[in-house]
């Protein structure tokens, strides 16, 4: 009888599903990761280093556990103001990979900071609305700060480039707009600044790859063996799984390389064809319930900060998720985002855990102390 | 102003909102799984496979071709070739490139810079496609790349099959060639539901090309497993579960094996005969009792072999250019006048329609004048008194002139026409031509006008349209030794599995059986016959040989018409394309012939010098092999020692001198020399018209 140990010795109740869930989801990713990497020449670095970093991640979020509360709320503008300094550092000091500057090397361990961006941008607009004054809701002057708050980190970011970041940072903040709710006049101006800002950006922000991917995306079979590889070779992946899959490490399409960056960005596709419909079904339905598990611990959270954050990351998981499987299904264009818990990546796996930290942190603060 | 706790109900009641999303997208996702997995799962299953499977073709070999004593003429031999993968190449280092080409450049003896370059071309190819860098490896140079292909990464000698002519330039024409589909073919070849792909070969010309489809066996299919480099995994045997049926392994199986009629000795003689004396043309030679060509060769001739894999084009450039066209089959593809090869039909036609019996003696001077015009004989003598076996022993072209006088050239026409001419003999060849047999209905469709009488005097003995090919007056020569029946020529002799059962043995085929009365044949053979005898003066007794019985007929045909200038210069001073072209019909022995002949000799002036003496090697030859009792060496030489003995002993001088006597001035040796000229034309060379009378044979 754990619960009634617990409290007996200490009164209170802990919500621990989510890190049930979580590790239900850690553990298919790594038996997964596994079978992705099986009979790449240092197929073992692949997983071990993913459960290291569990590891690691695991003392992060317990840490973060234990924090006070009021800590959390109080550390927010400091996480943020660092986690924007570690992104300037990235772009003078950064390694440049493929073209991109992402990581900043820190002797042990090679961090990509913009992984963190997003809870700590998240984290800074939960702070800003929990300080400002009650408002039914917000027009375009009361929300000038945030836009900043938000508008920083996703050029810094977007300048890397990392399009897939900036995106789910902007997508987070405009969940956390809606609802803390902005007036319908600003609703409107920012729909019709959508219809004409859209084509501008795509013209001028975007960078002709990235042009190419949505054009890619609106029709992978334009140029199957060039832009549209990708997409249609995860589609077959996932598709040729059929019902049952092909079994563990019999993925023909990852196991003979057909699967680009099968490891990282296509890891749902390599799951996806050894284990079917069925291995599918159930990994979608734990990303769901890890999903409802956020938003539970939203919607029970009894003040603005934690209502707020936790939605932000609740946002940001459900982004990760939607974007990363819509792509490897083919129904979203070719963006580099990984899979929480299932795509190897060692900054990416601590941010998640860091998040599943401070929402158990947001879960159980009401019975602590 | 609302309290804190307000405002944080009135936000738990958009949650519902962001539930709603989540399990909005959850149902999307799950939907599109659902139809990638469940409802295309087959097509994305077979598409993998696909992906996974590399479709490796294990080539048939094509049928073999053999001689109709089972020697072996085509053949399918290996090829070594030197390919390198730049993609496996380069993951050399730098400084291993470079001594490996130095290592390769030493062996093949090609420039380090050309296989640079050749590497650097093919840059932009398909991913790890072999670079070919030199072909036909000699046996030294692919051991040598062995040895060192350990430190060569991508350096391989790829094993091709090259189609073989055992007996290099022999019979290039009817054996034909295979080469490389052109893009252009490649279509219009898959119509007929044949699968070729787009590195096959396909039979182009000769024998190879008629049968094509019997030739070529149906290509092996095995799968191997391949990653997305196209790096082999590992062979999928027949026992792997693959997911789909259709991708199951198939075993090559080989084309069919053909015989043929051809007797490759006679193949060789031939080709010798040709080629000793540098003569160019071309001889056909047919079994009479069932139409089974025993020898056909067009001379020169070409390497075949080469062509199978890919012909050098400064060789066949020069295959172009040489003027005595060795790439065009003369055989079947070009047609010669008969020149006097033709009488033999004239003169069955004029016996056969009564115009002259065989007794018949006609005066025959040096010249005919017809109309207004003289039609020279070509001696210019004349021949006094000729009957139709004197006119074939030697060719007087006054004889005929007269028989034309009386005859219609429909009626002749059908006579030629009986005897094959004028129609192909639908030999299985590919682009065989039919020759030309001029009636009136032929020169008002053709040449827009009537016939005149006087064309008539000039196609009876074999000149002016008349055209013939070299197959089609094999084929006249073994009806008449047969007695009238027209066989269609055959190449085939027997199609087999690679076994050696047999699918298929040809039957003869007659085409025409012509009923001619006993006399005339009698008659018509006893003057070809006489045409090798020296007592008769024979114009091709210079070619006989002691201890062969043979029937013959000579002819020569002008390749241009003369000028002035030329007219009256001797032939072999000519211009070598200028001279008139020789030609030799023949058959033996007498009695139940066995073989059949027609020789074409471009250009060499004279039928008994030019085209007799390759026949009768043929001849000699075959008979040698079927009748060694009677025809082999020890019985020619005993005949040629009878023959020393009679000539230089018991008949004196005189006969031999007439041996001597050169060919080209007719005029000296004969008796019949002082005979009397025609009366209707006093003097022969007085009123040439130049440029349209058709110079007769000029035989001898």
């Not at chain 2, 001035?665 to 440029?691: C, H, R, T, V, Y």
Request: net charge positive; aromatic share 10%.
């Amino acid at each position: 009888m754990p619960k009634m140990m617990n409290e007996e010795v200490r009164g209170r109740q802990y919500n621990l599903a989510i890190i049930w869930i979580m590790l239900a989801l850690t553990a298919l990713g790594i038996v997964n990761l596994y079978s992705a990497t099986f009979g790449i020449q240092s197929e073992a670095h692949y997983w071990k280093m993913q459960v290291l970093r569990f590891g690691m991640g695991a003392a992060v979020a317990a840490a973060i556990f234990f924090v006070h509360y009021r800590v959390l709320e109080r550390f927010a503008y400091a996480a943020y103001a660092i986690n924007i300094l570690l992104l300037i550092a990235v772009l003078l000091l950064g390694r440049n990979i493929s073209g991109a500057k992402r990581w900043i090397d820190l002797g042990f361990i090679s961090l990509q900071p913009s992984e963190f961006m997003k809870i700590t941008t998240a984290w800074a607009l939960a702070k800003y609305f929990h300080d400002d004054q009650q408002r039914a809701s917000y027009s375009i002057r009361t929300l000038f700060i945030p836009t900043i708050l938000v508008l920083i980190p996703t050029l810094l970011v977007m300048a890397q480039p990392d399009l897939g970041t900036a995106l789910i940072i902007l997508a987070t903040a405009l969940v956390l707009f809606l609802l803390v709710k902005v007036n319908s006049k600003l609703l409107a101006a920012a729909v019709l600044m959508a219809i004409v800002l859209i084509p501008v950006a795509y013209k001028f922000v975007l960078k002709e790859y990235q042009r190419q991917r949505i054009v890619t995306f609106l029709n992978p079979y334009a140029d199957p063996k060039g832009h549209g590889y990708n997409s249609i070779q995860s589609m077959i992946a996932v598709g040729s799984g059929g019902v049952t899959g092909k079994g563990f490490k019999e993925g023909t399409q990852s196991q003979l390389h057909f699967l680009p960056e099968h490891h990282t960005d296509f890891i749902f596709s390599v799951y996806s064809e050894e284990h079917g419909f069925l291995g599918s079904i159930v990994l979608l339905g734990l990303f769901v319930a890890f999903l409802s598990q956020c938003l539970k611990i939203a919607y029970s959270s009894n003040d603005k900060f934690g209502m707020l954050f936790s939605v932000g990351i609740s946002a940001i998981f459900f982004f990760h998720i939607l974007i990363n499987i819509g792509m490897a299904v083919g129904l979203m264009p070719v963006v580099g985002v990984p899979l929480p818990f299932m795509s190897y990546g060692g900054s990416f796996l601590m941010a998640c855990m860091f998040a599943v930290g401070i929402l158990t942190n947001i879960a159980n603060k009401k019975s602590m102390f | 102003m609302l309290g804190q706790n307000e405002q944080l109900q009135v936000y738990q009641e958009r949650f519902r909102y962001l539930y709603l999303a989540v399990i909005l997208i959850g149902l999307l996702l799950g939907f599109r799984l659902w139809y990638l997995q469940v409802l295309q799962g087959d097509n994305f299953k077979r598409i993998a496979e696909e992906n996974r499977l590399k479709k490796v073709i294990d080539p048939a070999p094509r049928g073999m071709v053999f001689d109709r004593n089972r020697k072996l003429l085509l053949d399918n031999q290996p090829t070594f070739s030197l390919v390198i993968t730049p993609q496996y190449f380069q993951t050399g280092t730098e400084s291993e490139q470079k001594t490996a080409i130095k290592k390769l450049a030493k062996i093949t003896k090609i420039s380090s810079k050309a296989i640079w370059k050749a590497l650097n071309k093919a840059w932009r190819q398909p991913s790890f496609q072999p670079v070919l860098i030199k072909k036909n490896l000699s046996e030294d140079e692919v051991a040598l790349v062995e040895m060192e292909k350990i430190d060569l990464r991508g350096v391989d000698v790829d094993v091709g099959i090259q189609r073989t002519n055992v007996f290099g330039e022999i019979s290039a024409h009817i054996l034909g060639y295979i080469s490389k589909i052109s893009p252009k073919e490649l279509p219009k070849l898959n119509q007929r539901g044949r699968r070729y792909a787009k590195d096959d070969s396909v039979g182009k010309a000769g024998l190879e090309q008629q049968w094509e489809d019997d030739l070529r066996g149906v290509d092996g299919v095995s799968y191997l497993e391949v990653d997305a480099l196209g790096l082999k995994k590992r062979e999928v045997g027949q026992n792997s579960q693959s997911l789909l049926s259709d991708l199951t392994n198939r075993k090559p199986v080989p084309g069919k094996n053909f015989v043929l009629t051809i007797d490759q000795d006679l193949q060789n003689a031939a080709a010798k005969a040709f080629a000793e004396e540098k003569k160019t043309g071309a001889i056909v030679a047919i079994d009479p009792n069932n139409g089974e060509v025993l020898a056909m060769i067009s001379w020169p001739s070409f390497k075949t072999t080469d062509f199978s894999i890919g012909v050098e084009p400064t060789y066949l450039h020069s295959l172009f250019k040489n003027e005595n066209k060795p790439l065009l089959d003369k055989t079947i593809k070009e047609h010669y006048g008969p020149g006097s090869t033709f009488k033999i039909i004239s003169a069955i036609a004029a016996l056969e329609e009564g115009v002259i019996e065989p007794y018949t003696k006609v005066q025959c001077g040096g010249s005919f004048r017809f109309g207004r015009r003289n039609y020279h004989d070509w001696k210019r003598s004349g021949f006094g008194s000729t009957d139709v076996v004197k006119s074939l022993a030697q060719s007087v072209d006054v004889y005929y002139y007269k028989l034309a006088v009386k005859m219609d050239i429909d009626t002749l026409a059908a006579y030629a026409k009986r005897l094959g001419l004028g129609q192909k003999t639908n030999v299985r060849l590919p682009g065989e031509i039919s020759g030309i047999v001029p009636n009136r209905d032929w020169k008002l469709r053709v040449k827009k006008e009537k016939w005149q009488k006087g064309e008539t005097l000039s196609v009876i003995i074999g000149q002016s349209f008349l055209t013939a090919t070299p197959i089609q007056l094999a084929n006249m020569i073994a009806a008449i030794a047969n007695g009238g029946i027209l066989y269609r020529p055959r190449i085939v002799k027997q199609i087999e599995t690679p076994n050696g059962e047999i699918l298929e043995t040809t039957q003869p085929e007659i085409i025409s059986e012509n009923k001619f009365q006993e006399s005339t044949l009698r008659y018509i053979r006893e003057g070809l016959k006489n045409a090798f005898s020296h007592k008769a003066n024979g114009t091709a007794k210079k070619a006989s040989i002691p201890g062969i019985d043979a029937a013959g007929k000579t002819g020569t045909t002008q390749v241009v018409r003369f000028t002035k200038e030329t007219l009256h210069r001797d032939c072999k001073k000519q211009e070598k394309r200028f001279r008139h072209h020789g030609l030799f019909v023949a058959y033996a022995p007498l009695q139940n012939p066995k073989i059949a002949v027609a020789v074409v000799a471009e250009h060499s002036c004279s039928g008994s010098v030019g085209a007799a003496p390759i026949a009768m090697q043929v001849i000699k030859t075959y008979l040698g092999k079927i009748d060694p009792d009677k025809y082999g060496e020890p019985a020619l030489a005993k005949a040629r020692k009878k023959k020393f003995w009679k000539t230089n002993i018991i008949k004196p001088e005189q006969e031999l001198e007439q041996e001597e006597s050169v060919p080209e001035s007719p005029k000296l040796e004969e008796d019949q020399a002082a005979s009397p000229s025609d009366p209707d034309n006093p003097s022969a060379l007085d009123d040439l018209e130049i440029g349209i009378i058709p110079i007769g044979g000029s035989d001898a």
